[in-house]
């Protein structure tokens, strides 16, 4: 069975950087696209970033632009999200999330159109 397993969250004074994992493993990966969720407490989950894993082209939203890369290792089915110059906010938990429609470009913003996650990992931005 395909699983998707993050890491690299943690503690984090703000402006500093974190570099997040997302690998795949236990089946074949092929996917579209993959994207990356950050969800704050009381919040939806916002894709902050994609990219089209045959591609390579990207999306960051504007929220993070300039500060968030998305990028990929296909041989190593492995996902990356290097975050920069981070802000204090309360806890997020970053996901990590397959698309699978080739029909529909590579951006979907709706979560409710990826059929498999990873288990979050977590940062926290202090002041």
């Given at each position: 069975q395909l699983q998707l397993v993050e890491s690299g969250g943690g503690l984090?004074?703000?402006?500093?950087?974190?570099?997040?994992?997302c690998?795949?493993?236990?089946d074949t990966f092929s996917p579209y696209a993959?994207?990356?969720?950050?969800q704050t407490p009381?919040?939806?989950?916002?894709?902050?970033?994609?990219?089209?894993?045959i591609g390579g082209g990207t999306y960051d939203a504007d929220s993070v632009k300039g500060r968030f890369t998305?990028?990929?290792?296909?041989?190593?089915?492995?996902?990356?999200?290097q975050m920069n110059s981070l802000k204090p906010?309360?806890?997020?938990?970053?996901?990590?999330?397959?698309?699978?429609?080739?029909?529909?470009?590579?951006v979907c913003?709706?979560?409710?159109n990826y059929p498999l996650w990873g288990q979050g990992t977590q940062d926290a931005v202090s002041e």
């Open positions: 984090v004074q703000a402006g500093g950087s974190l570099r997040l994992s690998a795949a493993s236990g993959l994207g990356w969720f950050r009381g919040k939806e989950r916002e894709l902050v970033a994609a990219i089209s894993w998305i990028s990929r290792a296909s041989a190593k089915n492995t996902l990356y999200l906010e309360v806890t997020a938990v970053n996901y990590c999330a397959e698309y699978l429609d080739m029909y529909s470009g590579y913003y709706d979560s409710e």
